[in-house]
């Protein structure tokens, strides 16, 4: 079975940026179709973007503009550049591998999780 690890979570003031990775270890994360979600205090894990494995996105309307979901290959790595970043993307974010929806945001659709990483955003 594979694994999840995310990292590069921080503390960030508000229009600072930060790169999450998730390291996938196990199996080729190439051949699935991953994705990022995030979850606040008291709040649903919501999907923040989605990559199939020709490198086609899906985002969510709050983040489209300033976020951006990649994968190296080569590294066995998925990506997510966060730009911009407000108080409200304020959350642990997640990774999640084998949705049974190809770049689905919806977290029941996902069978693999990582642990989670914090970020934190300061106005």
């Known amino acids: 079975q594979g694994q999840l690890v995310e990292s590069g979570g921080g503390s960030v003031q508000a229009g600072g940026s930060l790169r999450l990775s998730c390291a996938a270890s196990g199996y080729a994360a190439s051949a699935y179709c991953m994705g990022w979600f995030r979850q606040s205090p008291g709040q649903e894990r919501e999907g923040v973007a989605a990559?199939?494995?020709?490198?086609?996105?899906n985002y969510a309307q709050s983040v489209k503009g300033r976020f951006t979901i990649s994968r190296s290959d080569y590294k066995n790595t998925l990506y997510l550049q966060m730009n911009s970043l407000k108080p409200e993307d304020t959350a642990i974010y997640y990774c999640a591998a084998e949705p049974t929806i190809c770049r689905s945001l919806i977290q029941y659709e996902y069978n693999y999780w990582g642990q989670g990483t914090q970020v934190t955003v300061s106005s």
């Open positions: 990559i199939d494995s020709f490198g086609d996105t």
